[in-house]
């Protein structure tokens, strides 16, 4: 069957530290790969997309990277902040460019001051 | 921001009554879904749709119709709400102009079926 996990429910971070959550999954040949982050109480906002032929993607403090033959992706937070703490959410393309999206469950992420 | 609404924000109501949520986008985005999130199972696919009048199923459609009669709005209907349906539901959009695939979540609500 189909699976996506990501790595733990809850991560504590030390402020300034590196925060990478892993997103792994079977079964699927995503076409792309997205993470969002969700605050409590409200909807998740999207943050990166890397497609299966990228390696790597950064914007500002955030770097992904894909892995297909591993199938997995990595999600970096670096000189992480307070601010940051969330639950970061993977997502796969599932449907072979027909715009659907399986989600994984989610890491709780706490930066520690 | 993409403007997406949901109404209601919080709904309670009783087991085998019907309940409407509505969607309600500005952006002329193609695509709708509905999202439940529920603890330990992350967000799953309700239903989607991908034009005006085509929807599809998504993994736990059972206990839910959609319709959408127009690009801006999308609405889910439990028909004969359970309490297994006490939930968070998420409505979100994508498919703008430059076709980036992400998708944009409105601010969810919580329904509990007593």
């Known amino acids: 069957s189909q699976k996506i996990e990501q790595n733990s429910e809850a991560l504590n971070i030390q402020e300034g530290k590196t925060a990478t959550l892993t997103c792994n999954y079977t079964?699927?040949?995503?076409?792309?790969l997205q993470w969002y982050r969700q605050d409590p109480g409200r909807g998740p906002v999207f943050l990166l997309l890397?497609?299966?032929?990228?390696k790597e993607k950064r914007k500002e403090r955030l770097k992904v990277t894909f892995d297909t033959t591993l199938k997995q992706s990595l999600f970096h937070i670096t000189a992480s902040q307070p601010a940051d703490s969330a639950t970061y959410l993977c997502?796969?393309?599932?449907?072979?460019?027909?715009?659907?999206?399986?989600f994984g469950t989610g890491t709780r992420l706490t930066i520690i001051p | 921001d993409a403007g997406i609404t949901q109404s209601p924000r919080h709904k309670v109501t009783e087991t085998g009554t019907p309940v409407t949520l509505r969607c309600h986008q500005t952006?002329?985005?193609?695509?709708m879904y509905w999202y439940r999130q529920d603890p330990g199972h992350g967000l799953r696919l309700i239903h989607y749709?991908?034009?005006?009048?085509?929807?599809d199923k998504g993994e736990v459609s059972d206990g839910y119709s959609v319709s959408r009669s127009k690009t801006e709005d999308f609405l889910l209907t439990l028909e004969s709400a359970t309490s297994s349906q006490t939930s968070v539901y998420f409505c979100?959009?994508?498919?703008?102009?430059?076709?980036?695939?992400?998708?944009?979540f409105g601010p969810g609500t919580r329904l509990t079926v007593l």
């Open positions: 979100a959009t994508s498919g703008g102009a430059d076709l980036r695939n992400e998708q944009f």
């Open positions: 079964n699927y040949s995503p076409a792309y």
């Open positions: 890397i497609r299966e032929n990228e």
């Open positions: 997502a796969l393309d599932t449907s072979f460019g027909n715009e659907k999206l399986t």
């Open positions: 952006e002329n985005h193609r695509y």
């Open positions: 749709s991908y034009g005006v009048k085509d929807t």
